[in-house]
């Protein structure tokens, strides 16, 4: 998500437009990368079979970390399988696209 600085107070704001104001407290997910990979690969699954068992109509910040806890990247878990699959095909076409251009 990305947020925009406001500088119009709220109390000046339209009704219809304080009503679109909502800030929503995502649950996060810490997970230790190398082993969540390696427990992938031991298992033969995706993570995105995992990721679809973790969807349970909430968005959850998915942040992966090193052994030592650092951040490495994070994900948002969509509420839908539906978005998570559309997720997952942009991951895939980006994906292709970097390994071409790793290739030339």
């Known amino acids: ?8 107070p709220v109390k000046f704001w339209k ?3 304080r009503k679109k104001l909502i800030f929503v407290h995502m649950k996060s997910i810490k997970i230790q990368a190398k082993p969540f990979f390696e427990l992938l690969k031991n298992h ?11 969807i ?5 910040e998915i942040i992966f970390a090193d052994e030592s806890g650092r951040y490495l990247f994070s994900y ?10 559309a997720d997952k095909d942009i ?7 970097k ?3 790793s290739q030339n």
Not at 1 to 8: G, L, N, P
């Open 1 to 8: 998500m990305i947020f925009k600085r406001i500088k119009i």
């Open 15 to 17: 009704a219809s437009q």
């Open 44 to 54: 033969d699954k995706s993570m995105w079979d995992i990721f679809a068992e973790m």
């Open 56 to 60: 349970d109509g909430e968005e959850k």
């Open 76 to 85: 948002v878990l969509p509420e839908t399988l539906e978005k998570m699959r």
């Open 91 to 97: 991951f895939v076409h980006s994906f292709e696209e």
């Open 99 to 101: 390994l071409k251009a």
